[in-house]
């Protein structure tokens, strides 16, 4: 079957860096994303990696492995608006998206 | 704002009845996907449109069908709703051609179902 597996919980400290990490299985493989979800409100895109590396975007980064299944979302300097849950989800052969659960990421003071 | 527009926000409805969730895509854009997310859960893929056309369907019963319209603006209907149908009902669009979904998806601000 098909699964994305990611941390339920997540806690960092405003101004610290922390990593989200995914590992996904899908019958093919045509890209991952990373999407932020803040409560009650619709997803927002974040980043998109298909190739093995790492693609930096501002305070925000992904990282993926194909040969091991394996990605993750770097956030640094860490704000609290940052506070969301944040998606990973894998386009399998047939170009469907199969989403994680999510991890909700909490920021404290 | 994402250029998606969905509605109704929010509504109530009652196990048995039918519902029709609508969704308008952002200019240009001619795949829409349909995804139901419950509290605390990832959305799950229902089904996709492309050019007017289904082309993708997750693991849904039939009694889960939808439409694209000329301008790809979309309609996602759901019959017999039953209980487990509350959840957030989201539209997303994205501008590819040859092959959809393998870019960014802008989604909708999503539709609210209650069933009693």
């Known amino acids: 079957g098909q699964n994305i597996d990611q941390p339920t919980e997540m806690t960092a400290t405003e101004g610290a860096i922390v990593q989200i990490n995914c590992t996904y299985q899908?019958?093919?493989?045509?890209?991952l994303f990373w999407y932020q979800q803040h409560a009650g409100e619709a997803p927002t895109f974040l980043s998109y990696n298909v190739l093995d590396g790492l693609e930096e975007k501002g305070r925000f980064s992904s990282f993926l492995s194909r040969s091991k299944g394996y990605s993750y979302l770097l956030l640094k300097e860490l704000q609290m608006k940052d506070s969301a849950s944040y998606l990973c989800?894998?386009?399998?052969?047939?170009?469907?998206?199969?989403w994680g659960a999510g991890t909700k990421l909490i920021i404290k003071p | 704002e994402t250029g998606v527009t969905q509605s109704p926000t929010h509504l109530i409805k009652t196990r048995g009845q039918q519902v029709t969730l609508r969704c308008s895509s952002q200019s240009g854009h001619n795949t829409v996907s349909w995804y139901q997310q419950a509290l605390g859960q990832g959305p799950q893929f229902i089904f996709q449109y492309y050019r007017e056309e289904e082309n993708g369907r997750g693991n849904f019963p039939p009694r889960f069908s939808g439409l694209q319209f000329p301008n790809y603006s979309s309609e996602l209907n759901v019959n017999a709703l039953e209980l487990d149908d509350s959840a957030l009902y989201l539209c997303?669009?994205?501008?590819?051609?040859?092959?959809?979904?393998?870019?960014?998806?802008?989604f909708g601000e999503g539709s609210r179902l209650t069933v009693l």
């Open positions: 997303a669009s994205s501008a590819d051609t040859d092959s959809p979904n393998t870019g960014e998806l802008f």
């Open positions: 899908t019958s093919g493989f045509n890209g």
């Open positions: 989800a894998a386009l399998d052969s047939n170009y469907q998206l199969i």
